[in-house]
């Protein structure tokens, strides 16, 4: 939470507000936007393209699976309840026997997994027609450009506050609810030491707030010349941290039910063992006695003791709390386990993937439309191809590589993706951004931009940010990052072991490090690019040149005809990113 809130106040707002003024001065989508502050660094907008590339490929992935939770929660029982039989219908599946049953349906029933990344297999057909559905649906918020998807995105943000707001007056009430939400706001002062603490805050914030992937300069550039984006900039970021807040408050009330559930369940179980073993009236062992019971009969018949000492479990409650899962594994599996065990399961279980598949819809809009925005912005395809071709061409490309995603081995291949295709390179773009502005753009020359839109210049906390307390946090960030990956040896991915029914630790392949180096790389080639811009209009009515700076009638600017298309310059981007916030 503190390094959070930290991140928040030094990295966040300062480099939303930076991304917002640039998109809304410049009119074009990032590629144009930093060819127009120099020729050199277009290739800083298509780095932010790429990363969105990227994160397009397998994002639509979790919304894939949401379909697949969603679709399986109309059943009288939850499939991920119990574990299924085996073909005899003697006994139950082993592979779910040594796992548990909402892993056994996330990992064969969900991915159908393979041992490891070296075994392809083939596609899971189920997966290929939910992420067929998730691109389609996609396709048609974003057909008509920014005016259907301002349209959609006010149901896709605003609902699943809605359901949060049930979820937490159901987790509040739940046993062990109070466990959970204490555990998330007692500090581990011991992990503000550790360098990856700052760089998963610094990540969350990012991808929390759409930093660096070049959408929030794609929506400003549909906004007024004079709209008010340091208004904007504070109340969305505020919005933003306060609601991520609350629904992690929603989170850890499940989660503590869960964990208190799971720790009282090994307390009965080892009161069962011992009434069972010695020879104990039934009332004198209950749950609150029984690490006192454990020592003394251990102390008093340790013969009979040691035959049931394999058998004794360590029952802790912190140690349920510590093992708390984040990605994925918490949306799919944590949840699923909790879900199965409230009354009217089936119920929550629909709301609460209902409401995972609008948030990743949502997110999806911004990220589909930082790829087509710069598109746009070159002439050749802004005439060549309508709205609804190019936004098409686009759906199709990602949905045809992410079916890779949905292979047995997909699931490697998308942890790859979500590890190395966009932490560092966002890390690395935010750090272009600042240090582009504040030292080659200039500083007194971007005051000059905001007071031209504003009427005033920014404060000192936003200079301050700018040009020192950011871009030597994020350059400290981005050391520490390379260092923990230089000394973390070969990087090592999490396979799934169907005979202990877990998951093991194994090192990539040599042709999957190879894949990763290029992930790394690929978005951090900056390239000039020629492009002409056109931010500005000269008396005359046609814009200027930046190169030249010299009218003229040939430059075409996509920023102001989708606005003019779509009837309305009217903002968008509040709501827009709200549904970032969750």
């Not at 919005?239 to 869960?258: E, H, P």
Request: charged fraction near 15%; proline fraction near 3%.
């Amino acid at each position: 939470m503190i390094p959070y809130l930290i991140m928040l106040f030094v990295e966040g707002i300062p480099l939303f507000y930076m991304e917002l003024a640039i998109g809304q001065k410049m009119r074009l989508g990032s590629i144009g936007a930093w060819s127009a502050i120099s020729p050199y660094l277009g290739g800083l907008g298509i780095a932010s393209v790429v990363t969105s590339l990227y994160l397009c490929l397998y994002y639509n992935v979790i919304n894939a699976w949401s379909f697949w939770y969603l679709f399986h929660s109309f059943q009288a029982v939850l499939p991920w309840s119990d574990c299924p039989v085996n073909s005899n219908r003697t006994a139950y599946l082993e592979e779910c026997e040594v796992a548990t049953p909402t892993q056994y349906f996330f990992f064969r029933e969900t991915l159908n997994i393979s041992s490891s990344i070296d075994e392809n297999g083939g596609v899971h057909m189920g997966q290929a027609l939910c992420l067929l559905l998730a691109w389609l649906i996609v396709y048609l918020f974003i057909v008509k450009g920014v005016k259907s998807t301002g349209k959609v995105v006010y149901f896709t943000a605003t609902f699943p506050y809605v359901v949060l707001i049930i979820y937490l007056i159901r987790g509040v009430t739940l046993h062990g609810a109070l466990n959970g939400v204490k555990y998330m706001f007692t500090p581990k002062m011991e992990q503000l030491a550790n360098p990856q603490t700052w760089i998963n805050a610094a990540t969350q914030i990012f991808f929390s707030l759409g930093l660096g992937f070049g959408s929030l300069i794609a929506f400003a550039s549909y906004n007024h010349h004079n709209n008010n984006f340091e208004n904007q900039a504070i109340a969305v970021s505020l919005i933003n941290s306060g609601t991520s807040i609350f629904a992690s408050i929603v989170t850890f009330s499940i989660y503590g039910f869960k964990a208190t559930f799971n720790y009282e369940s090994c307390l009965e179980r080892m009161r069962l063992l011992l009434l069972n073993t010695f020879e104990l009236a039934e009332d004198t062992v209950h749950i609150d006695n029984i690490s006192l019971w454990i020592t003394e009969l251990n102390r008093t018949q340790p013969e009979q003791f040691t035959a049931i000492a394999s058998r004794i479990e360590t029952c802790s409650l912190e140690a349920e709390l510590d093992t708390a899962v984040e990605g994925t594994g918490l949306a799919f599996i944590v949840y699923s386990e909790a879900i199965k065990d409230m009354p009217a399961a089936q119920l929550w279980a629909v709301l609460y993937f209902f409401m995972l598949l609008l948030l990743g819809m949502g997110s999806m809009l911004g990220n589909v439309t930082a790829i087509i925005t710069p598109l746009r912005d070159f002439k050749v395809l802004a005439r060549s191809l309508s709205n609804e071709t190019l936004n098409g061409l686009v759906c199709l490309f990602c949905l045809l590589l992410g079916f890779g995603f949905t292979t047995r081995s997909g699931n490697y291949w998308f942890t790859m993706f979500n590890e190395y295709g966009a932490t560092f390179s966002l890390l690395f773009i935010v750090l272009l951004e600042i240090v582009t502005v504040s030292y080659i753009y200039g500083l007194k020359r971007f005051e000059k931009d905001i007071e031209d839109m504003l009427g005033r210049r920014p404060n000192w906390y936003w200079k301050i940010m700018w040009v020192a307390v950011s871009p030597l946090l994020l350059i400290s960030l981005f050391v520490f990052y390379i260092l923990n990956y230089i000394q973390g040896g070969a990087p090592t991915y999490q396979a799934w072991d169907k005979d202990v029914g877990r998951s093991v630790v194994k090192e990539y392949p040599v042709y999957g490090q190879v894949f990763i180096a290029l992930l790394l790389m690929s978005s951090h080639n900056i390239h000039r690019i020629g492009e002409q811009c056109c931010p500005t209009k000269t008396k005359s009515g046609n814009y200027a040149d930046r190169k030249t700076g010299k009218a003229t009638s040939n430059i075409y600017c996509p920023a102001e005809y989708a606005a003019e298309q779509s009837g309305s310059e009217t903002n968008h981007l509040h709501i827009r990113y709200m549904s970032k916030s969750i």
